[in-house]
């Protein structure tokens, strides 16, 4: 039995979708068929041209919004949260404040 790997190709990422919200911020427990649309996940693979380029910082593991439009689903998790989405198709990385540097 092998082992498969998905390495993205062309200007593309593979991201893992964060799992879908059970509760509002307000504490309101959603219903099972209340769809809300995921748009944030982690990079878990990059292809190796956008590694390369530097217009694109996104790194292995970082959190992502993403327009999920344009992903494309990828059967190889029972649960199917993995997609290739297009490197236009991130929106915004998330990225934490650097508290340590003096501010004005």
């Given at each position: 039995m092998s082992l498969?790997?998905?390495e993205p190709?062309?200007m593309?990422?593979?991201i893992?979708?964060?799992?879908?919200?059970?509760k509002?911020?307000?504490?309101?427990h959603l219903?099972d068929?209340?769809?809300?649309?995921v748009?944030?996940?982690?990079?878990?693979a990059i292809?190796?041209q956008?590694?390369?380029?530097p217009?694109?910082?996104?790194q292995?593991?970082?959190?992502?919004?993403?327009d999920p439009?344009n992903?494309?689903?990828?059967?190889?998790e029972?649960d199917?949260?993995?997609?290739?989405v297009?490197v236009?198709?991130?929106v915004?990385?998330f990225?934490?404040?650097?508290?340590?540097?003096?501010?004005?």
């Open positions: 498969e790997t998905i190709v062309g593309r990422v593979l893992s979708k964060d799992s879908e919200k059970k509002t911020r307000g504490g309101i219903p068929d209340a769809k809300t649309p748009l944030t996940g982690r990079v878990v292809s190796v956008i590694e390369s380029n217009d694109y910082p996104l292995k593991y970082d959190k992502v919004l993403i439009r992903g494309i689903p990828v059967d190889f029972k199917n949260r993995l997609f290739i297009p236009e198709d991130i915004a990385v990225r934490k404040a650097d508290t340590t540097s003096d501010s004005i």
